[in-house]
């Protein structure tokens, strides 16, 4: 067996996040599979390890599953992490609801 010891000051000084579903839109072509394998790259080594990407004519779409203290921290650490990856970002969809109600320890 496996035991932890846990302090209660640490319990009590946790903060709590919630989970946010939006999606960035982001107007770069994905003509070829190497390119969207570098694409794909470039995000990851950015920090976008929570997303997904969906191609289309225009451009991709980036649908984020994200972990933050509110739905502003998590969109804009999502952009800023995009523009480090060296897209722009031309748009950003939410839903309404929050993805989980129940709250994620940080």
């Known amino acids: 067996m496996v035991f932890s010891i846990i ?32 694409i794909t790259d470039a995000l990851r ?23 933050a203290e509110s739905w502003q921290a998590a969109t804009s650490s999502a952009i800023a992490q995009v523009k480090r990856a060296g897209f722009n970002v031309t748009g950003v969809e939410t839903e309404r609801m929050v993805l989980t109600e129940n709250r994620i320890p940080a």
């Open 45 to 67: 080594r950015a920090g976008c390890t929570d997303a997904s990407i969906q191609g289309h004519a225009d451009g991709f779409e980036l649908v984020f599953n994200r972990s």
């Open 7 to 38: 302090s209660v000051d640490n319990i009590k000084s946790q903060k709590y996040m919630t989970r946010y579903r939006f999606t960035l839109s982001v107007p770069t072509p994905i003509h070829t599979h190497n390119q969207l394998l570098n």
